[in-house]
């Protein structure tokens, strides 16, 4: 897959340390976070290594691979919060690069990586993951400053087990034992290794910030159809398909007035005729519908908004709430100022007109400035996004 060129924007006044006094630089962000995606193998890409900043947009025609990308992210983002193989790439064959030829036992497979930055720097995943005749992990290797942390292999392939070694730097420099071959090793590490000795602990810091990163991932794609008709109260956890986005108003409005009102002048910016609130309201069979409230005594039922119109309200409310309105598996036990949270949007200008892209593109560049939150979508075009700074945007070709 060719990668012509990535463009990020302008950078910030205080990245240049030659020019910024000291006592005016910002501090280290220390927040976990996914800044790099690698694809040595994976369905039409080869050798391809994609920058992920605060805002980043794959471009592309159809065909460019795109939306492998983001399903690659998201990949990793499974497995990360402890899913089997399996259900981390639901078919595998179709991940195998197209001429990868099976070796003498048959087997096919494909390689993938990122790397996470946070208090630990940077740390490196890659995986080589066995597609046919059945997938599982074959090698998984962690590292940090060129220093191999974990690594792992597959030594019989009759067995469902791989041989794991990670680094201890005590009497005994490595540790090694068997780990189950459908489970990422780096989220299996915090429950062998002690932290007993130095390296030890580097190994539970350097795993724990990768784990971190790929649970902070909140894949978004809005479905109009399934947003007009009213749903029954919940979690008030935003589902990745918004289908119950009337039941999280219900939640938000009511807990954080800030966030509510920001997200009430994105829709006024992005939705037709006057907006002065945005509300949820209760109905007989315990069912809650969305509505706009206009301003003159007069509310429209989110059903008879247009598809741009429900894609752009539901996008907003995604990027301007967090990790507690979003329906993901952030661990508990990380501080806040420590989690970045990353929202996946596939065909994230899908029926939205000029003005709703741009300025949901303004608002994602916002939230990232801030650090909180991180938006890695799709879009066919990027020529729209000049001028919006703080977007790296990754250009791709068939």
Not at 149 to 168: F, G, N, S
Request: proline share 8%; charged share 25%.
């Amino acid at each position: 897959m060719a990668v012509p060129s990535v463009y990020a924007g302008p950078p910030a006044a205080d990245e240049s340390a030659a020019t910024v006094p000291a006592q005016s630089r910002r501090p280290p962000d220390v927040r976990a976070r996914i800044t790099e995606l690698r694809l040595s193998a994976f369905a039409g890409h080869r050798r391809a290594g994609f920058p992920l900043g605060a805002v980043t947009l794959f471009a592309g025609p159809s065909g460019a691979g795109k939306t492998t990308a983001l399903a690659a992210f998201e990949a990793l983002a499974r497995l990360g919060g402890g899913a089997p193989v399996p259900e981390a790439f639901p078919d595998p064959a179709a991940c195998v690069p197209e001429r990868a030829r099976p070796d003498a036992g048959g087997r096919r497979g494909f390689r993938i990586g990122c790397t996470a930055d946070g208090a630990e720097g940077p740390v490196r995943l890659d995986l080589a993951v066995q597609a046919e005749p059945e997938p599982r992990v074959v090698g998984e290797r962690l590292t940090v400053d060129g220093i191999v942390l974990l690594e792992t292999a597959l030594r019989d392939p009759a067995r469902r087990t791989v041989q794991a070694a990670w680094h201890t730097a005590g009497s005994a420099p490595v540790t090694r034992a068997p780990f189950p071959d459908d489970r990422l090793g780096t989220a299996l590490l915090p429950l062998r290794v002690a932290g007993k000795t130095d390296g030890q602990r580097r190994v539970l810091a350097a795993a724990e910030q990768m784990v971190v990163a790929l649970r902070s991932v909140f894949s978004c794609d809005p479905r109009p159809d399934c947003m007009r008709t009213p749903v029954p109260t919940g979690s008030g956890r935003l589902l990745a398909g918004c289908d119950n986005l009337a039941d999280v108003l219900w939640r938000t409005r009511a807990e954080c007035s800030r966030r509510h009102g920001l997200l009430v002048e994105a829709v006024r910016a992005g939705c037709a005729g006057p907006v002065t609130d945005l509300l949820a309201q209760p109905l007989s069979d315990g069912t809650v519908r969305a509505l706009l409230d206009r301003g003159d005594g007069f509310r429209t039922e989110l059903a008879r908004l247009g598809d741009g119109e429900l894609r752009y309200l539901a996008l907003a409310l995604v990027l301007l709430t967090g990790p507690g309105v979003l329906d993901v598996d952030t661990p508990g036990e990380v501080p806040d100022a420590l989690r970045s949270l990353t929202v996946l949007a596939d065909g994230f200008d899908r029926a939205l007109d000029p003005v709703q892209r741009r300025q949901l593109l303004e608002t994602a560049a916002r939230m990232g400035e801030r650090g909180h939150i991180r938006c890695v979508a799709a879009v066919s075009d990027a020529s729209w996004t000049a001028g919006v700074e703080g977007v790296t945007v990754v250009h791709l070709e068939p």
